[in-house]
């Protein structure tokens, strides 16, 4: 009796040996693809859209502005170089001030010894708190140069001084001390910038002068009472409004009864005042 093969078991035998004969298949790797919502895609070409523009915007601005009004700077220097090698350097404006020296005490600057076309140079000495010499723009006053000597000093009377008188080129500036009379000034010399200052001298004309060169004090005015030694404007003032309040004077020394002035500044000025 032959032996028969039960069929209970075939569909093991089936599966060991399709495992043994078959590599398990692999799954098939497919790239990812990056999708773009309609939606995002249409927000991100309006943003590209509008930067184009913006930036076509610019450029066309940049352009205009190029072409259009020139800098006014630039015109200025454009100009001045034109005009420069034509005119040469005698045409510099005439009633502009040049740059010059700083001011400020020492001895000649740039400007050179007799303070150059724009400058003048004078010698302050008295009571400020740096004497010496100083450097000045032209045109520059009295106060500019004490400024410059680094100011008047505590001890200082200034009431004896014109601080409005325009400077002379080489010319020496006293500031007096309290109860020190200044001498009779010699004329200030004209000097190349500064002009021929007012005089400083004993007066030969006017409503206040005489041919002898003495100021009558009851006609004189407030400038021509300056030419006396030791009167200032401030005291020059004081004598006008003393005069207009309280009549003429009845002789010189009748100027002891005006504030400010002493026997000092009277028997200073007496040979040069009269009534």
């Given at each position: 009796m032959g032996i028969r093969r039960g069929t209970g078991n075939r569909p093991l035998d089936d599966l060991v040996r399709l495992a043994c004969s078959?590599?398990?298949?692999?799954?098939?790797?497919?790239?990812?693809?990056?999708?773009?919502?309609?939606?995002?895609?249409?927000?991100a070409g309006c943003v590209l859209l509008i930067l184009a523009a913006v930036l076509a915007l610019r450029a066309v601005l940049?352009?205009?502005?190029?072409?259009?009004?020139?800098?006014?700077?630039?015109?200025?220097?454009?100009?001045?170089?034109?005009?420069?090698?034509?005119?040469?350097p005698a045409t510099a404006p005439a009633t502009?001030?040049?740059?010059g020296p700083a001011i400020g005490p020492g001895g000649p600057t740039a400007a050179g010894p007799s303070g150059g076309a724009g400058a003048v140079v004078v010698h302050v000495t008295g009571a400020v708190t740096r004497p010496g010499v100083v450097t000045l723009k032209a045109g520059s006053r009295v106060t500019d140069a004490i400024n410059a000597a680094g100011g008047a000093a505590p001890e200082a009377d200034t009431e004896q001084l014109n601080l409005a008188r325009v400077l002379t080129d080489g010319e020496q500036i006293r500031v007096p001390r309290i109860g020190?009379?200044?001498p009779d000034p010699a004329p200030q010399p004209t000097g190349p910038t500064g002009g021929a200052g007012p005089q400083t001298g004993t007066a030969t004309g006017g409503t206040g002068g005489s041919a002898s060169g003495?100021?009558?004090?009851?006609?004189?005015?407030?400038?021509?009472?300056?030419?006396?030694?030791g009167?200032?404007?401030?005291?020059?003032?004081?004598?006008?409004?003393?005069?207009?309040?309280?009549?003429?004077?009845?002789?010189?020394?009748?100027?002891?009864?005006?504030?400010?002035?002493?026997?000092?500044?009277?028997?200073?000025?007496?040979?040069q005042a009269t009534v």
């Open positions: 078959a590599d398990p298949e692999e799954p098939v790797r497919r790239p990812r693809r990056l999708a773009i919502a309609p939606r995002a895609a249409v927000v940049a352009s205009t502005g190029a072409g259009g009004e020139a800098d006014p700077a630039a015109a200025a220097g454009a100009s001045a170089s034109i005009r420069s090698p034509a005119a040469g502009g001030v040049s740059p020190e009379v200044l003495t100021v009558n004090i009851n006609t004189a005015s407030a400038s021509e009472l300056e030419k006396l030694p009167i200032g404007p401030a005291l020059a003032q004081r004598i006008v409004e003393y005069r207009d309040s309280h009549g003429p004077f009845a002789s010189v020394d009748a100027l002891t009864d005006v504030p400010g002035i002493g026997k000092a500044k009277l028997d200073a000025l007496r040979e």
